[in-house]
């Protein structure tokens, strides 16, 4: 009785909100604006910066997993980039590394190492194949790398891990194997806390054991394949970590994944490649943790780590049709959203579908600056989405400021969902 009550006046507080929303549009087209675009093909970093990050604005459009390609085959050209990084698992990115440089498996096999859902896609799948076969006709100092650097899964890492084992201490590696045998994919989601701390307990022993034997297990093996098997085991007790904070999951992973970054800038650079690229979400990859969920982002961490030698690349969009998880229903959906802010409006006439602003030449003008220094309702959709969201812009943005949260925006005018092959 309560309830039905309070519904016409929730119901009208929504109606208003929505009629306020619309009438904020501004729809400013600015003049000039053609003179402060790019393609992607000439987006420009500047020479002392070390990681580029592309972020994207859905997790669901085909344009934007197709811009992943486009920015690293411009990064490839322009900047001597060869080092492709992913928010996806760490194990599972090391069995696509090794069909891009051995030929291993499929492309599709080599993706579906990643075990998220979000990446089961023909661009995916595509972009992968296409570093397989650039790497056919690379010289040595030449070829790319791929890396994932989350920690959201234990299959790949753990096998990554116990392989090691078998080459430099294999009487313990039978005994890890049976230890972490619930450490899995499958199960992670059933474990109790009791499990999980006795996991994290065999992860702490078997740290503690790299750490002892170090110099006897490179040996037997090499620095870098000991690097490897040291991480694989922090991944695994990250994720377990995550399992046993999960009221400070969100602000964990990003602490976490700006760890494993930096792991893998300093892993390249030791070998030679002084520039990484990294591409992920808005939400990780923006400097001033703008979420209203309260975490602190993996941008504002690697910010605070490397300053200038940070350069984010954010992505918005004007008319979007993109697919979601509905973890309501655990089913995926294609949703259609229209979006309006100062930014995107004042480059709405220009004759690109797709283009790149340099916030750097946007300062130039004094409307763009105002803009670009000014908060915006910019594009973020995570991989869950219903349709009520659609209703009111707050559930399909992030209040921002442009030019604090990214170093550029490539806007897009359109854009069209993916489909996961499941």
């Not at 920015?71 to 698992?89: H, M, P, S, T, Y």
Request: with cysteine.
């Amino acid at each position: 009785m309560y309830l039905s009550k309070k519904k016409p006046f929730l119901l009208a507080i929504i109606c208003l909100m929505i009629v306020l929303s619309a009438c904020s549009n501004n729809d400013k087209v600015f003049d000039d604006a053609e003179n402060y675009i790019s393609s992607v093909k000439e987006i420009n970093i500047p020479d002392d910066v070390t990681i580029i990050g592309l972020g994207e604005a859905t997790h669901g459009n085909v344009e934007l997993q197709k811009l992943k390609k486009d920015v690293f085959e411009a990064l490839i050209k322009n900047e001597q980039v060869r080092v492709f990084v992913i928010e996806g698992d760490f194990g599972g990115g090391q069995e696509i590394n090794q069909f891009i440089l051995e030929g291993k498996g499929s492309a599709e096999e080599a993706v579906n190492a990643l075990d998220y859902s979000i990446y089961k896609t023909e661009q995916m799948i595509d972009l992968v194949q296409w570093m397989h076969d650039y790497n056919a006709t690379a010289s040595s100092d030449e070829k790319l790398y791929f890396y994932g650097n989350d920690m959201q899964r234990y299959d790949y890492s753990k096998k990554g891990l116990l392989d090691y084992y078998k080459v430099v201490n294999e009487d313990v590696e039978q005994n890890y194997a049976v230890q972490l045998e619930s450490a899995s994919n499958n199960m992670m989601r059933s474990l109790s806390t009791k499990q999980l701390k006795e996991i994290e307990e065999v992860l702490d022993h078997i740290i503690s054991d790299l750490q002892s034997n170090k110099v006897a297990y490179i040996e037997h093996s090499s620095p870098d394949t000991f690097a490897f098997a040291f991480q694989y085991a922090q991944l695994m007790k990250q994720r377990t970590e995550l399992f046993l904070n999960e009221g400070e999951y969100q602000q964990l992973r990003d602490q976490f994944l700006a760890d494993n970054l930096q792991w893998i800038v300093e892993m390249e650079a030791a070998r030679g490649h002084e520039k990484v690229f990294f591409t992920g979400h808005n939400g990780h990859i923006e400097k001033t943790s703008a979420s209203l969920a309260g975490y602190k982002s993996m941008g504002n961490y690697l910010d605070e780590l490397y300053g200038a030698k940070y350069f984010a690349i954010g992505t918005d969009l004007m008319n979007s049709n993109f697919q979601a998880l509905n973890r309501g229903s655990d089913k995926r959906k294609n949703y259609k959203i229209k979006n309006h802010n100062d930014l995107v409006d004042a480059f709405r006439e220009v004759e690109p579908a797709i283009f790149y602003v340099d916030f750097e030449k946007a300062s130039e003008s004094k409307e763009l600056l105002d803009i670009i220094k000014s908060k915006q309702k910019m594009v973020n959709v995570g991989d869950d989405f219903r349709s009520w969201q659609k209703l009111l812009k707050m559930f399909y943005t992030i209040e921002m400021v442009p030019n604090k949260a990214y170093d550029g925006v490539i806007i897009l005018k359109e854009t069209t969902p993916t489909e996961v092959l499941e």
